[in-house]
């Protein structure tokens, strides 16, 4: 039996209940790793944790909550040992244009996906450094490297996950800890539902591989950087979108 790329590390997938997350967990669970799926959708996540069986656990996590990071990652350390790879992907998505959008839904966006993967990264950092190094790989968006009209709190969030994966890149190389960002697209999954159908159909028309993603397209560029294979590689951002950021 050959061994798997990820045999013998521990991820903890954030946001990994359902959509995109659910899919990296699936990924890195088949690549050998055990898994963690933090989320705070409960019946979901312990759904897909019954379903990978062995190597893989359920913790109620919600990522603006410092408190309930140290409670996530020192649960995954009791349970596997050690933490070699964290994926910040919890997100959430409420559109709107500047003048329309009101504090409370800014702040709501700022404290899931940006607070959200600071705090992974901080919490992160002793127990990676503990393993010998390891590897965070953050979900942005193609909203993290352009403007979207009509998505202003969330295209703030993406550009603040792109700009802070940079930055810990270079504060987390000397112990080994490789950061690097991903880009999805237009990607089928829940969280399309906020957008009007025809914005969507527009997306994938503007998209030059004229399809719509699917959340394992995003957990293959996940797996790629979480694991040796990329040993060389932090500090990048991977689009993965069909094309449509050229
Ligand atoms: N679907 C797309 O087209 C698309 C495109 C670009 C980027 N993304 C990003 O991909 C990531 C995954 O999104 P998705 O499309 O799978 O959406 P989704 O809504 O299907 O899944 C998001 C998950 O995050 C969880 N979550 C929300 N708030 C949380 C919190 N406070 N703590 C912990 N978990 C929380 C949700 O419960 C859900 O399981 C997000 O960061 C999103 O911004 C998605």
């Known amino acids: 039996m050959s061994i798997q790329a990820l045999e013998g590390r521990t991820a903890l997938v954030t946001g990994a209940a359902r959509g995109i997350g659910a899919a990296i967990a699936r990924r890195l669970h088949a690549d050998g790793a055990n898994v963690v799926v933090s989320d705070v959708l409960t019946t979901e996540g312990e759904a897909l944790v019954g379903s990978l069986g062995t190597r893989a656990l359920f913790v109620h996590h919600d990522v603006g909550d410092e408190a309930a990071w140290q409670q996530a990652i020192a649960a995954a350390v009791q349970r596997f040992g050690a933490l070699h ?25 700022v404290r899931v996906n940006q607070t959200g993967t600071f705090l992974g990264m901080k919490c992160a950092l002793e127990p990676l450094r503990a393993a010998g190094g390891g590897s965070i790989v953050n979900v942005s968006s193609i909203a993290g490297v352009m403007g979207f009209p009509g998505a202003c709190a969330y295209v703030g969030t993406k550009w603040a996950v792109r700009g802070m994966t940079k930055t810990a890149a270079v504060e987390f190389a000397p112990h080994h800890i490789r950061v690097n960002s991903v880009h999805p697209g237009f990607i089928d999954t829940p969280m399309l539902a906020a957008n009007p159908a025809e914005a969507n159909a527009a997306g994938v028309e503007a998209t030059p ?6 959340p394992d397209d995003i957990a293959a560029a996940v797996a790629y950087l979480a694991g040796d294979g990329a040993s060389f590689v932090t500090g990048t951002e991977l689009l993965v979108d069909g094309g449509y950021v050229l």
Do not use: C, D, S
């Not at 591989?209 to 699917?214: F, V």
């Open 85 to 109: 790879v964290l994926v910040n992907n919890a997100g959430i998505y409420e559109p709107g244009a500047v003048g329309e959008t009101t504090v409370e839904a800014f702040e709501r966006m």
């Open 209 to 214: 591989l004229k399809r719509i993603g699917q």
